[in-house]
């Protein structure tokens, strides 16, 4: 990251891939194809994760500007597509997907042409997957959705809908659909704003039971009673001035559903903000706004910890253990480029997989494979001492030896990555005074791999050819 890079990790020897920023997170894939069609440089937008209960199976989502794909990502070093399916328009910016049982759902917005609703079944996953439904009746162009699965809702927000008469697009604030049946859902609801906030529209939502949480671009935030979905009340709304106010982007709830945590958007960025809901009819500011370098887009409150896509700023993870002052915990940027203007980086994080990977979308850098590190206790990164790694043999077949200057039995971190910088090994060990010898037989492939150790004074490095 640009303002705080006093925490990368400096390997020598290192290829410039290793030098992007990174805190207590490790790369451990990632995916790009930049011969896929550009908006500008933009190629990908929104990602999201689901796990197969029932075949133990991890997949990822996510979308570019003109298409929808489905990746295995079971095992994480092995990424692989399982389908991708043309969106119902192209030239879009945004692409937005939400699971329910198995089945995703997709929408789009501004795109050159109106598109569908479109929801696929992925309980044929690895093998296929089967478009279920493709419509413009409950929605043309969408910008964002929401699920809630204990009311079984699909709430479109920003939705764009076709006039039978004139043919033209309407806009509405939000459409609220059941899903009683999912592959074919109906509208119950419409989301009209009174005055004096008549016109404000949503641009991302947020629900849990039958409360929503809007976030209505420069208006603020507005929270409604959503139990009779014909007939929606307004309980409270977070309107400007409040600190560091713009563009009003998205929104999430902790477990206990006492504090919402929402993000308000600039091309420069303003700090995210934390609200206590214990009388949710008068929301009240906890602490002050707060965030390291980036533009918030999208957050999510998963227990300990907020995770946040930043663009520029790339995936950034806060501790919230004290919501009055939140702490950067971790974070790996995506977009190692200098930032100049306009919205850049990182676009989507998605935090929730069961495996503990975190799934992170950059607009022009492909996709992301994360995982949050437990640091060695001892000195911070910053300040450990970076000495060279005495290891061989050089090429190697399975195992390696190395020495170090370590003077007494500690825990440490073995990594290996290969010249894309990616994390292909990590096994944490007991470092004694002595030679150690550790077994490398994952499934590493000829070529040559950076290997670092780090325990909690030192930082050591090296590079090996595996034959």
């Not at 198995?102 to 044929?124: A, E, N, V």
């Not at 479109?156 to 039978?164: D, P």
């Not at 903000?273 to 929301?283: A, F, G, H, T, V």
């Not at 980086?345 to 998605?350: A, D, L, N």
Request: charged content about 20%; some cysteine.
């Amino acid at each position: 990251m640009k303002k705080i890079n006093c925490f990368l990790i400096l390997i020598a020897l290192a290829s410039v891939a290793l030098a992007q920023g990174k805190l207590n997170m490790q790369l451990i894939n990632t995916y790009q194809d930049t011969t896929l069609p550009k908006l500008g440089d933009q190629i990908w937008n929104d990602i999201m994760g689901w796990k197969d209960t029932v075949k133990n199976r991890e997949y990822m989502i996510a979308g570019t500007t003109d298409s929808i794909y489905f990746f295995d990502i079971t095992n994480p070093l092995d990424i692989k597509i399982c389908g991708r399916f043309w969106g119902t328009n192209t030239g879009c910016i945004n692409r937005d997907y939400y699971p329910y049982s198995h089945y995703m759902y997709t929408t789009s917005d501004q795109c050159k042409t109106p598109g569908k609703l479109q929801i696929f079944d992925m309980q044929y996953l690895p093998d296929s997957v089967v478009k279920v439904y493709e419509s413009d009746t409950l929605g043309a162009l969408t910008h964002t959705i929401t699920i809630e699965p204990e009311t079984k809702r699909l709430y479109m927000n920003l939705n764009k809908v076709r006039n039978n008469s004139s043919g033209q697009l309407e806009t509405f604030a939000m459409d609220i659909l059941s899903l009683e049946n999912p592959v074919l859902p109906r509208r119950i609801g419409r989301l009209v704003y009174p005055a004096p906030y008549s016109g404000t529209r949503v641009h991302e939502s947020y629900a849990r039971n039958d409360t929503v949480y809007c976030s209505s671009e420069n208006s603020g935030l507005f929270i409604w009673d959503i139990r009779d979905a014909a007939n929606p009340v307004l309980l409270s709304a977070i309107t400007p001035p409040y600190p560091e106010n713009a563009y009003n982007h998205s929104n999430w709830l902790d477990s206990s559903g006492r504090y919402l945590l929402f993000c308000d958007e600039t091309p420069a960025g303003v700090g995210m903000k934390i609200y206590d809901l214990k009388n949710i009819r008068q929301p009240r500011l906890v602490g002050n706004p707060f965030k390291e370098v980036g533009s918030p887009h999208n957050a999510y409150w998963y227990g300990q910890y907020a995770y946040a896509s930043m663009y520029y700023g790339g995936v950034q993870v806060y501790d919230m253990k004290d919501i009055t002052s939140p702490k950067l915990a971790a974070y790996y940027d995506t977009y190692p480029a200098p930032y100049t203007d306009g919205y850049r980086g990182c676009w989507g994080v998605w935090p929730f997989l069961p495996s503990g990977i975190i799934l992170a979308s950059d607009m022009s850098n492909g996709l992301f494979l994360l995982r949050m590190q437990k640091p060695i206790t001892g000195m911070p990164e910053t300040t450990k001492e970076l000495l060279p790694l005495l290891a061989y043999p050089n090429p190697f077949t399975g195992k390696i030896k190395f020495e170090t200057s370590q003077l007494k039995s500690d825990q440490a971190y073995l990594e290996v990555y290969d010249l894309q910088g990616k994390l292909a090994v990590q096994k944490q060990l007991l470092l004694t005074e002595n030679t150690q010898e550790i077994e490398l037989t994952e499934t590493l492939k000829s070529g040559l791999y950076f290997i670092k150790v780090i325990t909690p004074t030192a930082i050591y490095s090296t590079k090996l050819v595996k034959q």
